[in-house]
């Protein structure tokens, strides 16, 4: 079985930054690329960034990037996203997903088998 438990939303003033933590189990994190997708009110579950298990190689939404950066600690099993110079469009709640290794398409949400519980993060103007 595969856990995902998001924390770190919050409200933040436009401008400001959030680091968002996913811990994944074990299996999670030893097998599975990783992504962040977001959800924000009557829209569709959107990607945001993903990292390979293998490699490290990084991807993101082109409306986050050089704003928005993924990480991992081994160490911990976690995966963080570090959010700076936040937009009220950034508003939305963000979920952590598990991907088998090495996925096509990987910025599709059908492409993950596993989810977190999500995280709400609110962006004031």
């Known amino acids: 079985q595969v856990q995902l438990v998001e924390s770190g939303g919050g409200l933040v003033q436009a401008g400001g930054s959030l680091r968002l933590s996913c811990a994944a189990s074990?299996?999670?994190?030893?097998?599975?690329?990783l992504g962040w997708f977001r959800q924000a009110p009557g829209k569709e579950r959107e990607f945001v960034s993903a990292?390979?298990?293998?490699?490290?190689?990084?991807s993101y939404a082109d409306s986050v990037k050089g704003r928005f950066t993924i990480s991992t600690d081994h160490a911990r099993n976690t995966v963080y996203l570090q959010m700076n110079s936040l937009k009220p469009e950034d508003t939305a709640v963000y979920y952590c997903?598990?991907?088998?290794?090495?996925?096509?398409?990987?910025?599709?949400?059908?492409?993950?088998?596993?989810w977190g519980q999500g995280t709400q993060v609110t962006v004031s103007s």
């Open positions: 990292i390979r298990w293998s490699g490290g190689a990084t």
């Open positions: 997903a598990a991907a088998a290794a090495g996925s096509s398409y990987i910025d599709y949400p059908t492409t993950y088998a596993y």
């Open positions: 074990r299996r999670a994190f030893s097998t599975y690329d």
